[in-house]
């Protein structure tokens, strides 16, 4: 049927669904295409959003820096805190803790990673914990945040997910968007070619597109229900199916890192913002239910709940195509991998900019189609692979949900680089994949992997010029980070405006 597509120019774009993904989307077609492009967003209050999403990582500051917004602005906006990493706690083993900061750690020589030195000094008793050589890491720790010069400090940010879809309409407004409130009743497509003509909505009215963008969350009323893409299901790997959030009022001064504490059957986060704390528990129902879930997630928290708990299901995984025909799904609707790593807002910026970088303004090509779905399945599956190593290296055998993730089979692409890790301290980034070799070591140590041997190049140091070495760079983390005030002290005089 495809064959018979009319090669129209794409003039019309109109977003289904107005979340986070709805309205990042249309904050980034109306900024760089607005001229060009006739933008209609459609959502339904009464439908509203998934209400979570609030902790993202670092790669957001080029989608802010693209659509020249305010940090400023943006923050007291979302009342925002900064992010500096996760502190993962009881995952390697029950008391026992690791940060994966966003940071550099040490310095690389250009035949070997900084782990082989540190591997080297550790044998020798010369070297401290692996975090010791990281900014970030040691900053988080201490609950410490400035800006430093040259980007000398790598962070994210943790942000009201409904305040940021706010914040986003009213940037997209100002840029020509017209939002549509109402709900999508029925999908309308043409016969011939099987595109997405028109959307009707339920008071009978009709809004025709030449490209549609399925933002629509989970229930993927467009890619999913009209345009029969299937979805890919990851459970074997990726255990969590619910989640239970809950927002509580703030206790005390926000950390300035997303705190993931694994639980029996699943983890729990814990987001703090300027004004309140993001809360849930993320489990698999194979292996607890919503009661229990429940019960250990308000057991844990400790502010004032602001709202009635609200359980969320999910299956992780991603849709065969995310493009197909005149339909992009983009979001919730493109599928999901659970929250661990903040993943989800990335994965919405790279759909936003592969989409601009493929616009189809000429007309819409079968070979724009297929580059744009083997990047996103590229993309997703390294992410997957990654967080899948969170479950499966650690010490953990007390209960069945972590006696099972240890032993599952694992994607072969892991598998392998797992064993490089164990066996070399070896790690290498595949071009374009998110996380970076310090990620990957970060974790790797973090969940219990202390590789067998290390490069020679280590071995060609001395001991006296190996503790130098590693002296000199954790002297300096320390004499930086003694110097920057308290992240709280910093979010409250940045985002009011009086600056630092
Ligand atoms: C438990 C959990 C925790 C998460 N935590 C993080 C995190 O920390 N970091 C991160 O990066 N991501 C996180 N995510 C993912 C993140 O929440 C989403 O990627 C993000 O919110 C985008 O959602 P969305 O816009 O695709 O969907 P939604 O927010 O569900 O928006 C769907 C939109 O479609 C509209 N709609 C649906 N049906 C109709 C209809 N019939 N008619 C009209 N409108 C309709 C709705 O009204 C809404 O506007 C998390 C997700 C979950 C489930």
Redo the contacts with the bound molecule.
């Keep these: 049927m495809e064959q018979q597509r009319e090669q129209k120019p794409v003039r019309r774009v109109v977003i289904?669904?107005?979340?986070?993904?709805?309205w990042m989307v249309a904050a980034g077609l109306s900024k760089s295409l607005g001229r060009l492009l006739d933008i209609r967003l459609?959502?339904?209050d009464e439908?509203?959003?998934?209400?979570?999403?609030?902790?993202?990582i670092p790669s957001l500051l080029n989608f802010h820096h693209l659509l020249e917004i305010n940090e400023q602005e943006f923050m007291a906006e979302t009342m925002a805190t900064f992010k500096l990493g996760i502190s993962f706690e009881n995952w390697r083993d029950v008391q026992e803790d690791y940060i994966h900061s966003f940071g550099i750690t040490g310095t690389d020589h250009w035949t070997a990673g900084f782990q082989h030195f540190w591997h080297k000094g550790r044998e020798r008793g010369l070297a401290g914990d692996y975090g010791d050589y990281c900014l970030e890491l040691k900053a988080a720790e201490q609950n410490r945040f400035a800006h430093l010069p040259n980007g000398g400090m790598n962070y994210a940010y943790h942000m009201d997910?409904t305040r940021y879809a706010k914040f986003l309409r009213k940037f997209s407004e100002r840029f020509g968007v017209q939002r549509i409130e109402?709900?999508?009743a029925e999908v309308r497509k043409d016969l011939l070619s099987g595109d997405i003509r028109a959307l009707r909505l339920d008071d009978g009215s009709e809004v025709e597109g030449d490209l549609f963008i399925d933002?629509?969350?989970?229930?993927a009323?467009l890619i999913g229900a009209a345009m029969g893409v299937d979805y890919e299901d990851w459970s074997h790997w990726l255990f969590n199916d619910s989640?239970v959030?809950l927002q509580t009022a703030s206790t005390r001064e926000a950390v300035p890192y997303t705190r993931a504490i694994a639980r029996d059957a699943g983890w729990q986060?814990q987001?703090p913002l300027q004004h309140r704390v993001g809360n849930?528990l993320?489990y698999s129902t194979r292996y607890t239910d919503d009661d229990t879930a429940l019960r250990t997630l308000t057991a844990a928290v400790d502010g004032e709940a602001l709202m009635k708990p609200r359980v969320?299901r999910?299956t992780p995984g991603q849709r065969k195509q995310t493009w197909k025909g005149n339909c992009v799904a983009i979001?919730?609707?493109s599928g999901?991998l659970e929250?661990i790593e903040?993943?989800?807002?990335?994965l919405?910026q790279r759909g936003i900019i592969r989409l601009l970088q493929m616009f189809p303004q000429n007309g819409i090509s079968q070979a724009d189609i297929d580059e744009y779905n083997k990047q996103a399945d590229y993309e997703i599956a390294h992410i997957r692979d990654f967080i899948i190593l969170h479950y499966t290296v650690t010490n953990r055998r007390d209960t069945p949900y972590w006696r099972d993730a240890a032993t599952m089979k694992l994607p072969e692409s892991l598998r392998h680089r797992i064993d490089l890790f164990r066996d070399t301290g070896r790690v290498f980034r595949v071009s374009n994949e998110l996380f970076a070799e310090n990620s990957w070591i970060q974790v790797m140590l973090g969940q219990g992997i202390l590789p067998a041997s290390h490069h020679q190049t280590a071995d060609l140091m001395g001991d006296e010029e190996l503790s130098q070495f590693l002296g000199n760079i954790s002297n300096t983390v320390n004499r930086t980070v003694a110097q920057l005030p308290s992240h709280q002290r910093y979010v409250e005089q940045y985002c009011t405006g009086t600056g630092w």
Excluded: D
């Design positions: 289904a669904g107005g979340g986070t993904a709805g459609i959502e339904s439908i509203g959003t998934v209400g979570v999403g609030e902790a993202t997910a109402g709900k999508i933002c629509t969350g989970f229930r009323l989640a959030a986060w987001i849930g993320v969320i999910f979001g919730l609707a999901f929250p903040s993943t989800s807002i990335h919405i």
